[in-house]
């Protein structure tokens, strides 16, 4: 289904009586995130790193460079508005389909509108696709005669990778721009926007400090989200015929609880410091409340996944080599598939971390090694083991007498490999915990082997 382009807004403002009354009864069954939507680049929150002079997103919405673009970062950062803005600058019809329901046919049907149109009154089409990585290889492919002709500009929107998700042809033949999530700050500003706004609330409500933070929470950067939760705190508060937001107002109308969490703040810390301090102690289940928490408060899940990642070799090091293994995966997954699911990720990797059998012998090694080259105790390698392919090595002793260890029968042999301040100086001590045991069995006699001794 092809859906034309939105409502303009302009009209609620039109002088003639039947006519504003109309587009009332319109606006008022228009959801608030619409009513809201940016009619300009100066009224578009945050994307500065793609609106700065010159850059090409605003080269293109100015109509000074039309070319397809494929618009790629989370939902409610802008995506739809930067398209319907791209065609009202150009002054092109706008035509929009959604990957969810649309196909092959709905596609052709589009671009052949497109060619038709372009033939008899030279009237171009900026077609939109909505979650275009929902579409299959073949209803990509059907676009790519169009946009290489230039029948239709281009604004493809997804919230996934689109080197993933994209065909290789179309993106080449597009822009790739990606977006990012809104901060708190830019969140702040359009709900304040939208409270005083003719177009949103008018001023009709007030709202408290505290309700507004959790708005800010709630929205995790997300302007669709922040908006529609408004509106319901709005409603409620009009119902009341008082007209006043509060945090009970907000909480009850989104039928969630105030998490008291400050991402600069102390409770940023606190939480995160229980997190860490629960995966270490072996607590699975306080571990996973603490995750819930961040999430639930609208922490960046790339700050939590980058803990995990540490925490898996912090805490957890050998006893269970596959913890940062998983670890690294829900970072990746984070990156790949966002919030919501990947809060499934994460708490995949928690309960591995905070199951695995624990051992600190990877971090007491290194720290011990690196307070050692710290305090001086480096010494020059042995030239056995230096490099000793470059002309003239050899006239230096480089590389004379190293042995091959995969000549020996078991790949050890004796060999000096640290210099010869550091020899018998031992850094790893492994634990008897889990797949750790193995190796404190067996590090003894590699050591004993290595350095020659009976």
Known sequence: MVVEEGLDLDLFEAPDGGLAARDA?????????????????????????????GSPLRRLVEGAAPASVLLYGPPGTGKTTLAMLVSKAIGRRFAALSAVSAGVKEVRAVIDEARRRLAHSGEPTVLFIDEVHRFSKTQQDALLGAVEDRIVLLVAATTENPFFSVVSPLL????????????????RALI??????????????????????????????????????????????ESTHEGHIDLTTVESTVDKAAVRYDRQGDQHYDVISAFIKSLRGSDVDAALHYLARMIEAGEDPRFIARRLVIQASEEVGMADPTALQVAVAAAQAVQLIGLPECALNL???????????????????ISAAMADIREGRIGTVPAHLRDGHYPG??????????RYPHDAPEGILAQQYPPDELVGRDYYHPTQRGAERPVAERLPKLRKAVRGEE
Request: overall charge neutral; hydrophobic content about 45%; charged content about 25%.
């Open 25 to 53: 009864r319109v606006r008022a069954n228009t959801p608030l995130a619409v009513r809201m939507r940016p009619q300009s680049l100066d009224e578009v929150v945050g994307q500065g790193h793609l609106l700065g002079a």
């Open 192 to 237: 304040r926007r939208a409270v005083t706004d003719e177009r949103g609330l008018a001023a009709a409500v007030t709202l408290d400090a505290d309700a507004e933070d959790h708005l800010v929470r709630l929205a995790g950067g997300d302007a669709r989200r922040a908006l529609t939760a408004l509106e319901a705190a709005a409603d409620s508060a």
């Open 172 to 187: 080449s033949r597009s822009l790739v721009l990606q977006l990012r999530s809104l901060t708190d700050e830019d969140v």
């Open 393 to 402: 090595a050899k006239s230096l002793g480089n590389a004379t007498g190293y």
């Open 347 to 365: 708490a995949q990797a928690t309960v591995h971390i905070a199951t695995a059998p624990k051992s600190n012998a990877v971090t007491t090694g």
